[in-house]
Antibody, heavy 118, light 112 residues
Framework: EVQLVQSGAEVKKPGESLKISCKGS????????IGWVRQLPGKGLEWMGI????????RYSPSFQGQVTISADKSISTAYLQWSSLKASDTAMYYC???????????WGQGTLVTVSS | QSALTQPASVSGSPGQSITISCTGT?????????VSWYQQHPGKAPKLMIY???NRPSGVSNRFSGSKSGNTASLTISGLQAEDEADYYC????????????FGGGTKLTVL
C-alpha cells in the first residue's frame, strides 16, 4: 500500500527555522517525483515545487523560489521542506504528494500544520 | 503564472448532475492531456478523482467523469450524493520552465 506520512504539527516563532518531512512507503520512492503544496487557512491549493529523489532534481514555483528549500534523502525514503526564517504568513497546512505528469498527484500525505506566531 | 479559472461555487440537488469548469491557456490545459481533478473534504487531504483529463483511479465512483475542449476542462458529477459536498480543484501540467503544475482556485460544491 502506497503511503506518504508527514511529520507532526509545528508551532514556531517568526524568524525561527523549520524542516518538515514526508516519508514514503509501499513503492519505489526514488522513481516518483514528490511535490509540496501549500494551503493557507480557508484558501486553495498552491504548488510550491517538486523533487525527484532519484537524482535530487528540484524545481520551484516562482512564488516560492528562495523562500523554501526542498530536499530528499533517498536512503530513508523521505522528502523535506524547510524554511530558514519563518514569517507569520507561512502559517498554513503543507501537503506532500506523489507526482507523475501522467497521473497527477495520486497519493497525498495527511498534511503538516505549521503555525508561526509570536 | 496565473492559476486556472474555476467557478467559486456550484450547487445541485441529490440525484442531479453538475459540471465544474476549469479554464487555462494553450500552454497548460489546452496543450496537454495532463489535467487532474481533486476532491477535498473539510479538514482532509485532497484526493485524486480524475487524471489525464478523463481517467478515474481505482476506487473512484463512475459518477465522476472528466472531459476537455480547447483550453477548458470539465468535471461532471452525476447522481449527486450528499457525500459529494466538498471543494474541488483542477490542476494541469504547464510548459513553464520552472513551474510544473498549476492549480485552479477551487470550487465549493454544495448539495442542496
Amino acid at each position: 500500500e502506497v503511503q506518504l506520512v508527514q511529520s507532526g504539527a509545528e508551532v514556531k516563532k517568526p524568524g525561527e527555522s523549520l524542516k518538515i518531512s514526508c516519508k514514503g512507503s509501499g513503492y519505489s520512492f526514488n522513481s516518483y517525483w514528490i511535490g509540496w503544496v501549500r494551503q493557507l487557512p480557508g484558501k486553495g491549493l498552491e504548488w510550491m515545487g517538486i523533487i525527484y529523489p532519484g537524482d535530487s532534481d528540484t524545481r520551484y514555483s516562482p512564488s516560492f523560489q528562495g523562500q523554501v528549500t526542498i530536499s530528499a534523502d533517498k536512503s530513508i525514503s523521505t522528502a523535506y521542506l524547510q524554511w530558514s526564517s519563518l514569517k507569520a504568513s507561512d502559517t498554513a497546512m503543507y501537503y506532500c504528494a506523489r507526482y507523475r505528469i501522467t497521473t497527477g498527484l495520486d497519493y497525498w500525505g495527511q498534511g503538516t500544520l505549521v503555525t508561526v506566531s509570536s | 503564472q496565473s492559476a486556472l479559472t474555476q467557478p467559486a461555487s456550484v450547487s445541485g440537488s441529490p440525484g442531479q448532475s453538475i459540471t465544474i469548469s476549469c479554464t487555462g491557456t494553450s500552454s497548460d490545459v489546452g496543450g496537454y492531456n495532463s489535467v487532474s481533478w481533486y476532491q477535498q473534504h473539510p479538514g482532509k487531504a485532497p484526493k485524486l478523482m480524475i487524471y489525464d483529463v478523463s481517467n478515474r483511479p481505482s476506487g473512484v465512483s463512475n459518477r465522476f467523469s472528466g472531459s476537455k475542449s480547447g483550453n477548458t476542462a470539465s468535471l461532471t458529477i452525476s447522481g449527486l450524493q450528499a457525500e459529494d459536498e466538498a471543494d474541488y480543484y483542477c490542476s494541469s501540467y504547464t510548459a513553464s520552465s520552472t513551474l510544473d503544475v498549476l492549480f485552479g482556485g477551487g470550487t465549493k460544491l454544495t448539495v442542496l
